[in-house]
């Protein structure tokens, strides 16, 4: 019988040390290493497991013919997917609690099902009475679709065996364990094991597999970055909670472009494909408020309008609050110096709460300028015009800069009936759907948005009562 030994392994990030430390040493968190036994298997090291050697061939012979991608019908998670799932490749999907994981690939795994592929749905949280019920709330009942409530490993591949699935979830990967292993279910060693041992599976068999992984309050996979190295396609599924919108994207994808996004809507009956997320974004803005700018940003390869909006209140705080909820914190405080060190509107005695309207974040520069500018909109108490959107990067110097694919941002504010757009000086023409008005700085595009008297030096008339605005050549 081969003699067990134990590491330390991080519950953070996987790391190993020879003895318990307090800090682990590759990635220096503290009090995250647990001691967890290792059987060597006998006969040494994968004498078991070990697969017949590789034949190097010519590149031009190399059998691509299994690595078809196969739809699942499932539109945006398609287009994340770069067209589907492919035979063999493990897919991670990871998410917070709650957010709709277990419903969408329900949903997706029907819908492959329904074609008459096999499918097997192991449901190591849920038992199968409530996945069936989910499935019967969204009208998928398929007979291909096999469902297991099962948490041991062993077990899971004995499955494979019998049913010979050719798509295989494993819901969620954390509560999966090998009893065979020393360690704790749930931890590191075992989700990493777990998960290595399916990916061997899926290779061995062209079985196409999604594991569904928790993630942290911080954001990471829970037993994280030992997972993203052992798959071949990260998915991250996000949202507010709160509401009703949830994003898709490829964090890596070895098998096509990480730069899309998926869309979709929570509703009573499942994941819906949101078609036209700006009209969505935008469907319960008023107009004519102060603090509200519609901003075109870029998501994936998706323009998408946002409305931002900002709130000033006086603060009796020594340090006045500022709240940023879907747009970043240091860019808002960036923000907020800058409107005042090359704007003169000074924000300093303001408690400032700022966010992006959907649950939506928007954290690219390019949404810089709409921030600024609903900040001095909210400010001043002067809306911005109906019709208008706006978008730049903003400098220390408050000078703007280009952002990417600008065509493609103004065209998606055509289309909804925008008409106006204050872009940098030097952004590209266009197609002349939209009137462009080109600034160069900040203090410039706070004139064009009428939120103070262009070149005047008196601060806007309607500021209201016990708000004092500076003009924009007043000195620091
Ligand atoms: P779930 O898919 O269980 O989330 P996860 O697997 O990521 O933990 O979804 C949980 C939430 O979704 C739950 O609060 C109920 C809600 N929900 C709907 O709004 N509509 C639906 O059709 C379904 C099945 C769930
Ligand atoms: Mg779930």
Redesign the pocket.
Known sequence: MAKARSVFRCQDCGGTAPKWVGRCPTCEAWNTLVEERVVPAAGGADAGTLSPPAVPLPISEVDVDQWVVRPTGVGELDRVLGGGLVPGSVTLLG??????????L?QAMAAVAAGGTTVLYVSAEESTQQVRM?AE??GTLTPSLYLASETALPHIIGFLDELSPELLVV?SIQTVFDPELGSAPGSVGQVRECAARLVGEAKRRGLATVL?GHVTKEGGLAGPRVLEHVVDTVLA?EGERHHALRLLRAVKHRFGPTDQLGLFE??????VGVPDPSRLFLADRRQGVSGSVVVPTIEGHRPLLVELQALVTPSSLPSPRRSAQGVDNGRLSLLIAVLAERSGLRLAEFDVYALAVGGVKVVEPGADLGLALALASALTGEAVPAGLVVCGEVGLGGELRQVSQSDRRLAEAARLGFHRAIVPRLAPDGDGSIELVRVETLAEAVAAAGLLPAGGSSPSPSVPAGRSVPSPDEPF
């Open positions: 998410g917070e609690p709650g957010i709709g994981k277990s419903t969408l329900l989910r709330r969204l819901d569904v599924f929570m509703t009573g009956d499942g994941m």
